[in-house]
């Protein structure tokens, strides 16, 4: 699963047809819910970090209802935007989109209502500053990764994955209704986990890329040339990862925790250079090792972020 793309399959009736459920299912796969566990995955946990215990039921549904939302708003509208090249691409052509199940002036609407309908969610219910950063969030995935990077520059990941970082600021200001620096340094970890995990998966799926003319780093660089640029964001992240320690000042928990995990992380990561540097062919590589290890790193080390605050000192 990637921060930014992610299949969707959708099944049509047998006679051609598409039933209530064929339909309510498309519109669900237009937020793209594999997407959205990721990005809450890295929201809640902060929650019960900036309260320094559990936050408040009520507090954490609004906020994941209102972070869903959101999320599926941009989800929906990328989906409109990348209709053309989604039916070239084997892993994206079963979309609802692509199959017309649903219209794109369908899916354009629905976007745009969840848009709004999030907007005042984490407006009322959690507070402004929370969702004015989720509105950021979509809108430059949306304008800054779908419309201007993604189809441009290898760069596109990198820089698009901005949008992926923001729920670990949501999280904290839902609780605290501040910024501060924690948040800023697990914002950091998910931006230098992002090329990584999304590079891995590219390079699976790199013809579907070159068919489309998207130039995602796999398709410009050999795997060698890859791997060696994954390394060196998986040390960056590894490091950035350790500097919570000491800013939040956290139990021992979160930093054993990161260690062993990045270690784990850096091993595959350095493991699949050294593969890519005998042989560039992808089935050699294997480079979805890396990306499986990534889903649990980020995982994990989150889940490390929210156990911490509940051990006592």
């Not at 729920?167 to 904290?172: E, F, K, R, S, V």
């Not at 925790?257 to 050294?274: S, T």
Request: positive net charge; aromatic residues 10%; hydrophobic residues 55%.
């Amino acid at each position: 699963m990637t921060a930014l793309d992610s299949e969707v399959s959708v099944r049509a009736h047998p006679s051609g047809r598409s039933t209530l459920r064929d339909v309510i299912g498309a519109y669900v796969g237009l937020t793209k819910p594999r997407v959205i566990e990721l990005l809450l995955l890295t929201t809640v946990p902060v929650m019960f970090f900036a309260q320094r215990g559990v936050p408040p039921l009520w507090l954490v549904v609004a906020t994941v209802v209102g972070g869903t939302l959101s999320a599926g708003s941009a989800n929906a509208l990328n989906c409109v935007y990348d209709r053309d090249i989604d039916e070239q691409m084997r892993r994206t052509r079963r979309r609802a989109l692509p199959r017309h199940i649903v219209t794109p002036r369908a899916a354009l609407v629905f976007g745009l209502v969840l848009v709004v309908v999030s907007t005042l969610v984490l407006g009322f219910w959690v507070n402004w500053l929370s969702s004015g950063l989720a509105l950021a969030a979509s809108a430059f995935y949306l304008f800054g990764y779908t419309m201007v990077l993604k189809r441009r520059t290898t760069q596109n990941i990198v820089w698009g994955g901005l949008a992926g970082c923001f729920p670990t600021l949501i999280g904290w200001t839902a609780v605290t209704n501040e910024l501060a620096w924690p948040p800023v340094v697990l914002f950091l970890v998910v931006f230098f986990w992002t090329p990584p995990h999304t590079w891995a998966l590219a390079m699976r799926y790199r013809e579907d890329y070159a068919r489309v003319d998207v130039p995602m780093l796999p398709v410009v660089k050999d795997a060698e040339g890859v791997a060696k640029q994954i390394v060196a964001y998986s040390w960056v992240m590894v490091a950035v990862s350790l500097a919570l320690w000491p800013i939040a000042d956290t139990h021992l928990l979160y930093p054993v925790v990161a260690v062993v995990l990045g270690a784990g992380f850096l091993v595959e990561a350095h493991l699949m250079w050294q593969r890519a540097k005998r042989s560039n062919e992808l089935r050699d590589v294997r480079p979805m090792r890396l990306f499986h290890w990534s889903n649990m790193y980020l995982s994990l080390l989150f889940v490390a972020v929210a156990l911490d605050p509940l051990i006592k000192r």
